[in-house]
C-alpha cells in the first residue's frame, strides 16, 4: 500500500513518472544500486530513529553510516534506530522501503549533507522494489524536510 500512496503522490505532483518499479528487490543499498544501474552512494537511504522518543527520518548517501559523536552534537542524545518491528508503525512505511514522503503526521525528515555530492539520488518509493529519481531540489521539495544537518561519515563500500 506505501509504494501506490507514494506513486499517487507524485503522480499528483505531475513527476509520476520519475516514480520506478523493480521487477526484484531494491531492499538494501548494494541492491538498489544494482535496479537502479548507478552507484551504491547515489541511493538515498532513509534511516528511522526515535529523538525524544519521537520518530525522525535521516536521508543519507549510500555509502554513509551515521556517526554517533556527530548524531549527539546535533540532537544532544545517543542514536536510537528504531527497531526491525517497529519501523512500519512508527513511519508508515515497512523495513526496505522507508522513505521520506508520505509519512505519518508529525515525522520529521532530515537530510544529511552527503547527499549534496550528487546531482540525482534514488530514495526508496514506499516499497522494497522501488525507488524514485529525484534532484536535490526535488527531494528537498517532496520531503518537506526540517533543516541538512552532518551526522554521517563515509564508508567504504565493497
Same mark, same amino acid.
Given at each position: 500500500?506505501?509504494?501506490? +500512496?507514494?506513486?499517487?503522490?507524485?503522480?499528483?505532483?505531475?513527476?509520476?513518472?520519475?516514480?520506478?518499479?523493480?521487477?526484484?528487490?531494491?531492499?538494501?543499498?548494494?541492491?538498489?544500486?544494482?535496479?537502479?544501474?548507478?552507484?551504491?552512494? *547515489?541511493?538515498?537511504?532513509?534511516?528511522?530513529?526515535?529523538?525524544?522518543?519521537? %520518530?525522525?527520518?535521516?536521508?543519507?548517501?549510500?555509502?554513509?553510516?551515521?556517526?554517533? +559523536?556527530?548524531? *549527539?552534537?546535533?540532537?544532544?542524545? +545517543?542514536?536510537?534506530?528504531? #527497531?526491525?518491528?517497529?519501523?512500519?508503525?512508527? #513511519?508508515?512505511?515497512? %523495513?526496505?522501503?522507508?522513505? %521520506?514522503?508520505?509519512? *505519518?503526521?508529525?515525522?520529521?525528515?532530515?537530510?544529511?549533507?552527503?547527499?549534496?555530492?550528487?546531482?540525482?539520488?534514488? %530514495?526508496?518509493?514506499?516499497?522494497?522494489?522501488?525507488?524514485? *529519481?529525484?534532484?536535490?531540489?526535488?527531494?528537498?521539495?517532496? #520531503?518537506?524536510?526540517?533543516?541538512?544537518?552532518?551526522?554521517? +561519515?563515509?564508508?567504504?563500500?565493497?
Amino acid at each position: 500500500m506505501s509504494f501506490e +500512496k507514494v506513486k499517487s503522490y507524485f503522480d499528483e505532483q505531475g513527476i509520476g513518472d520519475k516514480v520506478l518499479q523493480f521487477e526484484r528487490s531494491s531492499a538494501t543499498v548494494a541492491l538498489a544500486a544494482a535496479a537502479v544501474g548507478c552507484e551504491p552512494a *547515489k541511493i538515498a537511504k532513509t534511516m528511522s530513529f526515535y529523538v525524544d522518543e519521537a %520518530p525522525v527520518l535521516i536521508v543519507t548517501a549510500g555509502d554513509t553510516k551515521v556517526d554517533n +559523536k556527530k548524531f *549527539k552534537a546535533h540532537f544532544h542524545q +545517543k542514536a536510537k534506530m528504531i #527497531t526491525y518491528d517497529e519501523v512500519e508503525a512508527a #513511519t508508515g512505511h515497512a %523495513p526496505g522501503g522507508v522513505c %521520506p514522503f508520505v509519512l *505519518k503526521e508529525g515525522i520529521k525528515v532530515y537530510l544529511d549533507e552527503s547527499l549534496k555530492r550528487f546531482d540525482v539520488i534514488y %530514495p526508496a518509493a514506499g516499497s522494497s522494489n522501488s525507488a524514485v *529519481k529525484l534532484t536535490i531540489d526535488e527531494i528537498q521539495k517532496h #520531503t518537506g524536510y526540517m533543516e541538512w544537518i552532518d551526522v554521517c +561519515k563515509i564508508i567504504e563500500m565493497d
